[in-house]
């Protein structure tokens, strides 16, 4: 079964600090991979996938993620972070054709002056 | 492209009532899903549509969880008896035969 692995459940962080949120996925297959934002009382935003191709994937916000096969790892970075990025942000993979996600747990990104 | 829209947003309710959620999907979405997210966790899948067909639904925490799609456009779920443990938000997501699934806001479900 696949499952998803967020290692931070917290990351706080001064603003215009580079900031690197972790996920490492388990899969016997390709995977497709995602990372989602969520702001407060609102629903999921796809900022980035994974498909194929490239494995430097950019997203919105100025957020960027890298696919590692060999390391099953799909780490989220952003070289400034900005107040405005305070959210949680989940990573997800995507399970067989039915496309349902299989998320992780998320990690909390508080963004300080 | 109106997003996905889930009714009510909030929802308080006795322990044993049955309560039943609205999700209408972005136009023409052929895929229609359902998640729970509790606090601290990532959302949990219960049950996907494809058009008016329901084609997993063994993700369903209990026979007392039923979704439907009748005419494959919008959506219910309904949860019979709730119990304490149901309190969740509740997200309903769509998508167009591809990857990218756009969610709604979802339907905060509170037992008391």
């Known amino acids: 079964a696949q499952s998803v692995t967020q290692l931070d459940s917290q990351v706080p962080v001064f603003e215009e600090a580079p900031v690197e949120l972790r996920c490492n996925y388990s899969?016997?297959?390709?995977?497709?991979l995602f990372w989602y934002v969520q702001y407060p009382n609102q629903g999921l935003q796809l900022l980035l996938k994974y498909l194929s191709g490239s494995t430097l994937v950019k997203g919105i916000n100025g957020f960027e993620a890298e696919f590692n096969k060999s390391q099953t790892s799909f780490h989220l970075r952003k070289p400034s972070v900005h107040i405005s990025d305070t959210a949680e942000y989940f990573c997800?993979?995507?399970?067989?054709?039915?496309?349902?996600?299989?998320f992780g747990k998320g990690t909390k990104l508080s963004v300080k002056p | 492209d109106t997003g996905v829209s889930q009714d009510p947003r909030h929802k308080i309710t006795k322990r044993g009532q049955n309560v039943t959620f609205r999700c209408d999907p972005i136009?023409?979405?052929?895929?229609l899903y359902w998640y729970r997210q509790t606090l601290g966790q990532g959302p949990e899948f219960l049950t996907y549509f494809q058009n008016e067909a329901q084609l997993e639904k063994s993700r369903l925490l209990s026979d007392r969880f039923s979704a439907e799609r009748p005419k494959g456009s919008f959506s219910t779920l309904e949860i019979q008896r709730t119990e304490q443990g149901d309190s969740a938000m509740y997200l309903c997501?769509?998508?167009?035969?591809?990857?990218?699934?756009?969610f709604g806001q979802g339907t905060r479900l509170t037992v008391v």
């Open positions: 136009s023409e979405h052929n895929r």
């Open positions: 997501a769509s998508s167009l035969e591809s990857v990218r699934a756009f």
């Open positions: 899969s016997s297959v390709s995977v497709y």
């Open positions: 997800a993979v995507s399970e067989g054709s039915q496309g349902n996600l299989i």
